[in-house]
């Protein structure tokens, strides 16, 4: 029903075939209204923000910061907590040099979960090294369940860094619990909501985490562009760690006096065409409802659960999670051979360890393939997806 | 299916038909290969005597690509002379017998077999 906001599936054909796009965690597709914005923006609006006393810099100034109040509505929080980044890796590495370095001393503990991407974990490792502060994973059950959160907490973490939704499970970690356990104990919650935010209702009072991550392209925006909101209490103690120009109020021979936040966390010339259009990606999951997205994905990861289980020889990993994240993995079977041969029916899946190699181990994998769901995704995609799995079963059996 | 699929029956006979995936008990030369990208993994098993490459087997494990591809190279190996065995025979030989149409991730698996063969014949420069 969606899926004609989205030219990508008239515009490619692939030996006559449509392109069926099951690679919405990795970055979704973009709606017309979002690519129109960006050649609009570019067309009409173009100048350097913040600078300029001229019309044009002011309109662009006033697009950027609208986005700014668009994203702050749509998570219940201030605008003044809203920093642009380039994604949620960089969002990560952001929180990790400019407010963790600071925090953390040689033996103290952050706390991490098994079900991490790779970006909520190396970033961490490499810090580590310098500073001699320990890394502890939160076991992760086969299904996606965090275990014994409560015991590793006792050990007195000062941050803990977990995502909202795995990128291979598809299980939503419930952060309103945990930001008041971790609380309680003066813990810092840091959440990647890399693959929460484009089907489920994010409102940060209630989840009540400190930090909040996450990148537009995977919810229907440009690239280049992610999101950092963190704790207004937080951000106006800390000190940026990068300089330049338009995050200064002034500057002598001595040291600078910087901005209010956001604006000391945003040195330099941003990418303010990208992060004007994204507004565009909001307004076009309003125009659908949120909560009808979730639905709607709800509704399809069961159907496609029930038919992928139905294969001969296909395990699908955290089936009852439903949020538009399905891995599986057939008995003998290949991932990249999978995904080549879905590929050959224009079938884009995932294939590897999706950045999640502890994970992987965790679950005694080495690979998995993974489709991933999104609003312009119909049974029909399914179906194709369940035929040609069938068809590639029976010639390798 | 036109014959640049991976369901081409070459490929699917090739793979189900694996001559040479066994191990052998008598061999001088081991040598194991890996593709971090995918987890394949090959441990070639060769015996060479007066340079002539008498029998070959190996253990691999990943996707079909780098199995087929160790399959046909081991099939070629036999009877040739080891110190010149890809002198006679290039990657493009058999990427073509094969006939296989591989992207460039996929090319990686592919190429398995002959870096592996590569590696091992560089630690044997001068074998007798
Ligand atoms: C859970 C999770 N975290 C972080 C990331 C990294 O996002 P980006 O590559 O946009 O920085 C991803 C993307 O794959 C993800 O799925």
Redesign the pocket.
């Known amino acids: 029903m969606y899926k004609k906001d989205f030219p990508i599936f008239t515009n490619t054909k692939l030996n006559g075939s449509d392109l069926v796009y099951l690679d919405s ?2 970055t979704t597709q973009k709606p017309q209204i979002v690519i129109n914005k960006l050649k609009e923006f570019y067309e009409n609006y173009n100048a350097n923000i913040y600078r300029g006393i001229y019309n044009l810099s002011e309109e662009a100034t006033a697009l950027y910061e609208n986005t700014r109040s668009r994203v702050a509505d749509f998570l219940n929080v201030s605008s003044s907590e809203i920093i642009f980044t380039k ?4 969002g990560i590495n952001f929180i990790v040099y400019t407010y963790a370095k600071n925090k953390l001393k040689k033996g103290d503990l952050v706390l991490l979960t098994e079900m991490e ?1 790779h ?2 974990i190396v970033p961490w490792q490499i810090l580590s090294k310098n500073i001699g502060f320990n890394i502890e994973y939160v076991p992760v059950s086969k299904e996606g369940k965090l275990k014994d959160l409560d015991k590793f907490l006792e050990f007195k973490p000062k941050i803990l860094s977990i ?1 909202h939704v795995s ?1 291979v499970l598809g299980c939503v970690n419930d952060i309103s619990y945990i930001s008041r356990l971790a609380h309680k104990i003066g813990c810092t919650v840091i959440v ?1 909501g ?2 929460a935010v484009s089907h489920m209702k994010i409102d940060i009072k209630s989840l009540g985490c400190d930090f909040y991550v996450f ?1 537009a ?2 919810m229907f925006g440009p690239t280049g562009v ?1 999101i950092l909101y963190g704790k207004n209490e937080i951000l106006s103690e800390i000190d940026p760690v990068f300089g330049g120009g338009e995050m200064i109020s002034s500057v002598t021979k001595e040291f600078p006096v910087f901005k209010s936040s956001p604006f000391k966390f945003e040195p330099g010339t941003q990418n303010f065409a990208d992060v004007s259009v994204f507004s565009s990606s909001i307004d076009y999951i309003d125009s659908i409802g949120i909560g009808n997205i979730s639905d709607y994905i709800k509704d399809l990861s069961s159907y496609a659960v029930k038919k992928l289980k139905g294969i001969k020889g296909l395990h699908v990993y955290g089936e009852g999670n439903l949020s538009g994240i399905i891995s599986f993995d057939i008995n003998g079977l290949h991932s990249h051979d999978i995904a080549t041969l879905l590929n050959e029916n224009n079938i884009a899946v995932r294939a590897g360890h999706h ?1 999640a190699q502890i994970l992987m181990s965790s679950l005694g994998v080495s690979s998995l393939t993974r489709c991933s769901l999104q609003i312009y995704n119909d049974r029909s995609d399914i179906d194709k997806l369940v035929y040609s799995l069938d068809k590639i079963v029976n010639y390798f059996n | 299916m036109d014959n640049s699929s991976l369901l081409q029956s070459f490929i699917i006979e090739a793979y189900k038909n694996q001559k040479n995936k066994k191990s052998i008990d008598v061999y001088n030369i081991k040598q194991e290969g890996e593709n971090a990208l995918c987890g394949d993994t090959i441990t070639f098993y060769i015996n060479v005597v007066d340079d002539v490459i008498k029998d070959v087997g190996y253990d691999a494990k990943g996707c079909v690509i780098s199995q087929v591809f160790t399959s046909v190279l081991s099939e070629y190996m036999v009877g040739k002379n080891w110190n010149k065995v890809l002198d006679e025979i290039s990657f493009d030989d058999i990427y073509n017998t094969v006939g296989v149409s591989l992207s460039p991730t996929r090319l990686k698996c592919a190429k398995l077999p002959f870096e592996t063969i590569k590696l091992a014949l560089n630690k044997n420069m001068g074998h007798d």
Do not use: I, M, V, W
Request: charged share 15%; with cysteine.
């Open positions: 965690a990795a994604g949620t890796t960089d991407h970006s909520n995502t990128n990647d890399a693959q990148s392209h995977k992610g950045c």
